[in-house]
């Protein structure tokens, strides 16, 4: 890394020197026309990949939903597939224990106590004879009603042994229902039905428990297509041409997307076919509801993105501005100067703010904690200097107290340890460059104090401060408490090549002691030397010695382990 230099020159006037007005406009309108690509095709990078990354959101969040809806489904199916096998076993009992006939068939209604024992207390389980008045209830006091029309007892009449019927209104109690039946047989002749009245409440604290609200739904479709049941309840229905049944014939459980037949609603269905009963169990998820997520974070990644979008077009327009501008006021010193202190400002922003879009990056990167908090504390040590810098439009030098305070606590807020920082920094301005380098040596110390020194112990002290000396030269020095380090091991790790380059690029000396505790003393110049600040633009810095004399061996720099 090398000092940053700002230098400004005046254009020379082309009406005086009498050469290559034509030139400078040609190579004006030729920039200001590559900007305007350049912009586009950073706009149209940034759509596209926007509709990438929507595209993909918006297949994830669906599948999520579509694995919901299957898993609820299996839930449904599980649930109610115990409930007929239980329902069933109780009907064959009934049966065994109604031979011979007990009292009340014929006669007024009795009650089945004695024939089941204790049952379930919302389940109703009921017995008619061959004209299908009822004989018996588990209901107390109930009423001798006739199910003779019922399509139920028809078709069990009519040679069926079981039947599942759609929803009903229980004539006994009110209720909304679906009756699970079974034949009764004296011998050759039919002798009535026993039934048991399943309560569609059943259905919907299966709902609740699952989390299916709204528009959300689970039911019981029979193979046959007929709707048994559903929550919330809907009018029984028959959905044999549903898309349902087409994928039935695929596979026994799935999961689709399609409007319902039942109420116009877009649904996400995952469907199971229960075990052993001609019953399929659905779980529909409103499609609306289950990508509410997804439309919600696309309507803060929209209101977030509208003004990266804005603030590129408008770079890309300013610029071209810029140029035109340019192009008409080259002769105009003064505005020439006042548009540079803006465009300084402008750039310091900018680049503190694409600084802070890497940071964002690097934090939705897996990378291990210990390089990403090492990243994100080198690239915040550079955005704080922009930072300082166009805030107090001061571009060449920074107040070197807050800038280290800042740094020091963000770092000490990254490990999260409780460490006490006693700060003793002299407000000093130095160059945004050096400030810069020295906020990134700062920053690798500091690290490898929380690093080594309080994360064993969970905390301790850091002491951070800056002191003027004598003939232009500053001291760093960065202590703690910690119980020192070893030398030996291995060399040449990034957090000590960093601390050398740093120094080398300063000017400075770095001292380390560590005797119950480490101190690190780093020794530099305020201001470049006459060297630095002579050498040519256009020209290459000499490359750098691999080591300065007073600076400490690689051997000895074993900071970052």
């Known amino acids: 890394m090398t000092g940053l230099k700002w230098r400004f020159s005046v254009a020379p006037d082309p009406a005086r020197d009498g050469k290559g007005t034509g030139s400078e406009m040609d190579a004006t309108f030729h920039a200001g026309r590559a900007i305007r690509a350049t912009g586009v095709a950073m706009l149209s990078m940034l759509v596209l990949l926007s509709v990438i990354l929507v595209a993909e959101q918006y297949s994830a969040d669906r599948s999520k939903a579509e694995i919901e809806a299957h898993r609820a489904a299996h839930v449904v199916a599980t649930q109610f597939g115990w409930t007929f096998e239980a329902t069933a076993n109780d009907l064959r009992r009934i049966e065994e224990r109604l031979y011979p006939p007990v009292p009340g068939m014929g006669g007024n209604v009795g009650g089945l106590g004695p024939v089941i024992g204790d049952i379930p207390a919302d389940l109703h389980y009921s017995v008619y004879d061959a004209q299908g008045q009822l004989a018996l209830s588990s209901l107390p006091d109930a009423p001798r009603i006739s199910v003779a029309d019922r399509p139920y007892f028809t078709a069990l009449r009519d040679g069926r042994e079981t039947v599942i019927s759609p929803m009903l209104t229980e004539r006994q109690s009110g209720r909304q229902v ?34 299916f609200a709204g528009e959300s739904t689970i039911g019981l479709v029979a193979e046959d297509g007929m709707l048994i049941a559903r929550s919330p309840p809907i009018e029984p229905m028959d959905l044999s041409g549903w898309k349902l049944f087409d994928l039935m014939r695929e596979a026994p459980n799935g999961h689709y997307m399609a409007v319902s037949p039942a109420d116009g609603v877009e649904r996400i269905v995952g ?88 940071i964002s990056l690097i934090r939705l990167e897996q990378l291990p904690a210990e390089v990403k908090a090492r990243l994100l504390g080198r690239i915040g040590a550079m955005v704080s200097v922009h930072e300082a810098m166009y805030r107090s439009d001061q571009f060449e030098e920074i107040c070197i107290q807050p800038y280290l305070q800042r740094l020091v606590q963000d ?56 002191q003027v000396l004598g003939d232009g030269q500053l001291r760093l020095r960065v202590a703690d408490d910690g119980p020192g380090y070893v030398a030996g091991g291995e060399t040449g790790q990034m957090g000590s090549r960093l601390i050398e380059a740093f120094a080398q690029q300063l000017g400075g000396t770095v001292r380390v002691e560590s005797a119950g505790r480490t101190v690190v003393t780093f020794d530099f110049p305020r201001d470049y030397g006459p060297a630095e600040m002579a050498e040519p633009a256009d020209q290459p810095r000499p490359a750098q010695p691999r080591s300065v004399a007073g600076a400490r061996s690689r051997k000895a720099m074993r900071l970052s382990r």
């Open 178 to 211: 679906f009756v699970m039946g079974r034949r009764l047989d004296d011998g050759a002749r039919f002798a009535g039905i026993v039934t048991i009245a399943i309560p569609v409440q059943r259905l919907l604290d299966l709902s609740e428990t699952l989390g």
């Open 271 to 358: 469907y199971w076919k229960i075990d052993q009963w001609p019953v399929i169990a659905i779980a529909g998820l409103d499609r609306k509801a289950a990508m509410q997520g997804f439309w919600r974070n696309i309507g803060m990644a929209v209101l977030l993105a509208l003004p990266i979008l804005f603030g590129v077009g408008w770079l890309i327009y300013d610029l071209v501005q810029l140029m035109r501008l340019d192009e008409r006021r080259q002769r105009e010193l003064t505005v020439a100067i006042e548009r540079s202190n803006y465009l300084l400002r402008e750039i310091h922003h900018r680049v503190k703010n694409n600084l802070q879009t890497v």
């Open 411 to 466: 770092v000490a807020e990254g490990f999260g340890h409780p460490v006490d920082i006693r700060f003793d920094i002299a407000e000093v301005r130095i160059a945004g460059a050096r400030a810069m380098l020295v906020g990134l040596l700062a920053n690798e110390l500091v690290s490898n104090a929380f690093k080594h020194a309080f994360a064993p112990r969970g905390g301790g002290l850091l002491e951070v401060s800056v």
